[in-house]
Nanobody
């Protein structure tokens, strides 16, 4: 299992950018799924992007394609989410999560076992 700590959230103007970080610690020797989810007040948690640390490709949910970019720095055990052209719809608490036992990394929160504390993103017009 891995301990996850998110950071980098904040308040930005619409059209602005933020870079979120997810620092993993603990047992990181095995490959596993890492994913970003987000949840706005009164709404269900939704998937944002996912990656398999063993080398599989990246997956992005449709609402963020072309605007968000995920990068895994294996040496630092850190997953970044670069968010560009932010919209009001992107405002949410963003969570990093992990899943073990499969190289299939769906954007389904029920499939993930370990979660970070979240980092808040707000977007103003």
């Amino acid at each position: 299992q891995v301990q996850l700590v998110e950071s980098g959230g904040g308040s930005v103007q619409a059209g602005g950018s933020l870079r979120l970080s997810c620092k993993a610690s603990g047992s990181t020797s095995r490959s596993y799924c890492m994913a970003w989810f987000r949840q706005a007040p009164g709404k269900e948690r939704e998937g944002v992007a996912s990656i398999y640390t063993g080398g599989a490709g990246l997956y992005y949910a449709d609402p963020v394609k072309g605007r968000f970019t995920m990068v895994l720095d294996s040496a630092k055990n850190t997953l970044y989410l670069q968010m560009n052209n932010l919209k009001s719809e992107d405002a949410a608490m963003y969570y990093c999560a992990t899943r073990y036992g499969s190289s299939w990394c769906p954007l389904d929160d029920s499939k993930y076992n370990y979660w970070g504390q979240g980092t808040q993103v707000t977007v103003s017009s």
